[in-house]
């Protein structure tokens, strides 16, 4: 079985500096991870994700995500972030490969850009 | 455009009242999902379905019910048994397992 820790329930920053999301992972497996983004009272929308190979993913508006085996870990990062970036931001596991359809997601984290 | 659409936006349930929320798909996926959102949480699955005609429990199923008679729809009902139905509820699709899910609108529940 798989679990996901975000270790920040919100994190506020100003705008244009850089952000950093936190994810850990745990599982006996290989997994896939991804990251979604939620806009208020909207669904979620996938950012990135990493499937195999280059462990650096970039994804959609500027953002990439590290995967680290070794501190099982999926940061998201974004060097320069904008006030329409603030929205709530969850990373999701699943098992790379067994036949389950279950994405597990984290309890999310709020980004909220100031001016 | 493709794309998930849920309905209605917002619902309101009277007390030993079932209610149906509807989430239909144009993307021509075999997989559909139903998540319950509630604030801190994060998703957590109440049921899922592989293609038509067969659905399976996610980890919290007790009172809720969904069918899956076309590949485009899958509605879920919030039965007078689910004695906390006050949530955001988000349906999903992908091809498959593994597969990118691509989410709704969602739908608010409310209770009188």
């Known amino acids: 079985a798989q679990s996901v820790t975000q270790l920040d329930s919100q994190v506020p920053v100003f705008e244009e500096a850089p952000v950093e999301l936190r994810c850990n992972y745990s599982?006996?497996?290989?997994?896939?991870l991804f990251w979604y983004v939620q806009y208020p009272n909207q669904g979620l929308q996938l950012l990135l994700k990493y499937l195999s190979g280059s462990t650096l993913v970039k994804g959609i508006n500027g953002f990439e995500a590290e995967f680290n085996k070794s501190q099982t870990s999926f940061h998201l990062r974004k060097p320069s972030v904008h006030i329409s970036d603030t929205a709530e931001y969850f990373c999701a596991v699943s098992g790379a490969f067994d036949s389950s359809y279950k994405l597990i997601f984290g309890s999310g984290t709020r980004l909220l850009v100031r001016p | 455009d493709g794309g998930i659409t849920q309905s209605p936006k917002y619902l309101f349930r009277k007390e030993g009242q079932n209610v149906t929320l509807s989430c239909e798909q144009n993307l021509n996926h075999d997989a559909m999902y139903w998540y319950r959102q509630d604030p801190g949480q994060g998703l957590r699955l109440i049921y899922y379905s592989q293609i038509v005609n067969d659905f399976q429990k996610g980890d919290i199923a007790e009172g809720y019910s969904v069918s899956r008679e076309k590949k485009e729809s899958f509605p879920l009902t919030v039965t007078s048994a689910q004695k906390n139905p006050t949530a955001f509820y988000l349906c999903a699709s992908s091809r498959g397992p593994k597969e990118t899910q691509y989410f709704g609108p969602g739908t608010r529940l409310l209770v009188l």
């Open positions: 599982s006996s497996v290989s997994v896939y």
